[in-house]
């Protein structure tokens, strides 16, 4: 297997890749990729068909198995971080937006049917997966660990926000959409200065990194109005995607009432 400094190909990282200047990243919609969402699909409606009538006992047993497989995703990358690349440990810190995803579904696993993480899931956890899988880091190979686990982990957020709308627990509220607005509030203040003071990028706050459509959102803000507008652009994206999903939630239960009477 080919390796740099002894490290295994299919173990480099995105910042080992952009250091040593090696151009081996996909493209997106490429072929690759067009699998990779075609499988999400597939396993999002096999999901919503069995569990849409499921007994409690497998819809408690789905709840955990996502949740233990959500959990060793995580913190088996950090473990191959914390081995390979010690020394960018404190850029892979579970602080990430979808990071946290993987501390509440755990709870959700062991306390179902939270109001507030239900709306958490439906308007964050929910879009986070489907912008990871949409817009993916464009930097590594297919064939590359860090891809694998990219598409794993926000195809399994994904999944379960499927799984919670088939089983009832999608359901939006315009109380939940606000009550999402202030948890992203509140947990963007703090990390927005850990990004400054130790020049990480954990929300994106600071660096569009590698993400094709964060990277769209700098090009057209930062010209103009620089990060500051690049953040109002986020924040408004994110608005604008909260009241969509709440307005096609809204529409479905018309839909849904109509066609019942």
């Known amino acids: 297997?080919?390796?740099?400094?002894?490290?295994?190909?299919?173990?480099?990282?995105?910042?080992?890749?952009?250091?040593?200047?090696?151009n081996i990243?996909?493209?997106l919609f490429s072929l690759g990729h067009i699998i990779w969402l075609l499988i999400i699909t597939d396993i999002c409606i096999f999901v919503y068909r069995r569990y849409k009538k499921a007994s409690k006992k497998d819809?408690?047993?789905?709840?955990?198995?996502?949740?233990?497989?959500?959990?060793?995703?995580?913190?088996?990358?950090?473990?191959?971080?914390?081995?390979?690349?010690?020394a960018l440990i404190d850029s892979y810190i579970?602080?990430?937006?979808?990071?946290?995803?993987?501390?509440?579904?755990?709870?959700?696993?062991?306390?179902?049917?939270?109001?507030?993480?239900?709306?958490?899931?439906?308007?964050?956890?929910?879009?986070?997966?489907l912008l990871g899988v949409l817009s993916p880091s464009t930097t590594y190979p297919w064939f590359n660990f860090f891809a694998i686990h990219e598409f794993l982990f926000h195809g399994l957020l994904i999944v379960y926000g499927i799984f919670k709308m088939a089983i009832g627990e999608g359901e939006a509220t315009y109380s939940g959409l606000w009550k999402s607005s202030l948890f992203i509030a509140i947990v963007m203040i703090p990390i927005y200065?850990?990004?400054v003071i130790f020049?990480?990028?954990?929300?994106?706050?600071?660096?569009?990194?590698?993400?094709?459509?964060?990277?769209?959102?700098?090009?057209?803000?930062?010209?103009?109005?620089?990060?500051?507008?690049?953040?109002?652009?986020l924040l408004l994206m994110g608005l604008i995607l909260f009241h969509t999903i709440y307005f096609i939630s809204i529409l479905k239960r018309k839909v849904k009432k109509k066609i019942s009477n």
């Open 1 to 22: 297997m080919s390796t740099i400094n002894n490290v295994p190909k299919f173990f480099w990282i995105k910042d080992f890749i952009v250091e040593k200047g090696v």
């Open 25 to 27: 990243g996909h493209n």
């Open 59 to 86: 819809i408690d047993k789905f709840r955990k198995t996502c949740a233990l497989i959500l959990f060793i995703l995580e913190y088996v990358k950090l473990i191959i971080v914390a081995l390979m690349y010690p």
């Open 94 to 129: 579970p602080i990430h937006l979808c990071s946290f995803a993987g501390f509440f579904i755990i709870f959700d696993a062991l306390w179902p049917n939270n109001k507030l993480i239900n709306s958490w899931w439906l308007y964050i956890f929910f879009p986070c997966g």
């Open 193 to 195: 200065y850990i990004d």
């Open 199 to 233: 020049d990480k990028g954990y929300m994106l706050l600071t660096t569009p990194a590698d993400f094709p459509l964060t990277i769209l959102f700098w090009n057209i803000a930062t010209p103009i109005l620089g990060q500051i507008g690049y953040i109002a652009l």
